[in-house]
């Protein structure tokens, strides 16, 4: 595996501290000016996966939403961040952290971002915090393989007596089976989202694709993301209404999917997007 392919472990800083490495030593393009607009730069997507330390949830927490997610947005390059709940688990393998943040990226200088990421963990310009279990974090940077696709048709969320209809996010992250790759794709874009958009509630989603392929840690978090935007009254009811549809075929499935390494999890926000200041929509 090379040095940047080391993105998709975990291990904290290492994150960043191994993939500079390589990254900010390549030939990089000119700097983003603040002038650029942001459709003119790339983007890219950090999610990260991750777990308070025992007994120091609410610690966590705090110092995740009200200064960790401030401080990465001070990077030059990082334009927005959102924190989201674990609300239900569909698959994952056994270790994946539960709370989750997905960081926007926009620059022509990956590497630099990098490596000012690191300087600013270690001279302390990001304020730490031992509430965060370190060594369990699970982290990645995508690529969109295309614009956000949109239903179609939209059904309406099926209303559940009792229950208020609020908004969730659904991530599913795989790989293809080895040698299907193609097939994959071609399942993924023109069959298996077109069949999720039909389930009531949901309303879009947006492929992903990792910076470089994962090749070997079996704890590196798998190579292709979706994120799905749906309303529900009951996570639950909507995740057995998407089982049924896979059992009755409505769903179809495909043998280049590899369902033992996926993982797909339903959330909830914990809060809005936070955006860079220079970046305000």
Known sequence: MTDSGRWFGRGGSALFLIAATTLASAAAPPADSPAVTLRDLPEYRLIV???????????????????????????PGVVAGQRFRLALDLS???????????????????????????????????VPSDSMDYAALASAIYRPLGPMVRASAPQPATPVAGKPVRHY???????????????????????HIPDV?????????????????VKA???????YFVRYEFDS???????????????DGRTRMSDAFDGATSITRIYSAMMPVLYAKPYTP
Not at 57 to 66: K, Q
Not at 98 to 105: E, S
Not at 176 to 184: F, R
Not at 197 to 213: C, D, K, M, T, Y
């Open 49 to 75: 996966f991750s777990r308070p330390t025992a007994g120091r949830e609410a610690e966590f927490n705090d110092w995740y939403t009200h200064r960790h997610v401030g401080d990465l947005l001070k990077v």
């Open 92 to 126: 994952s393998p056994a270790g994946v952290p539960p709370y989750l943040v997905i960081f926007d990226y926009r620059t022509r200088d990956l590497g630099g971002l990098a490596s000012e990421t690191i300087r600013r963990m270690q001279q302390k310009v990001f």
């Open 197 to 213: 958009l039909r389930v009531p509630g949901f309303q879009s989603a947006q492929r992903f694709v990792a910076i470089e392929p």
């Open 233 to 247: 009254a009951d996570p639950a009811a909507t995740r057995d209404e998407i089982m049924r549809r896979i059992k």
């Open 169 to 191: 996010v659904m991530v599913v992250l795989s790989n293809p089976v080895a040698g299907k790759e193609a097939d994959y794709n071609r399942w993924y874009d023109s069959q």
């Open 217 to 223: 840690p079996t704890h590196a978090l798998p190579g």
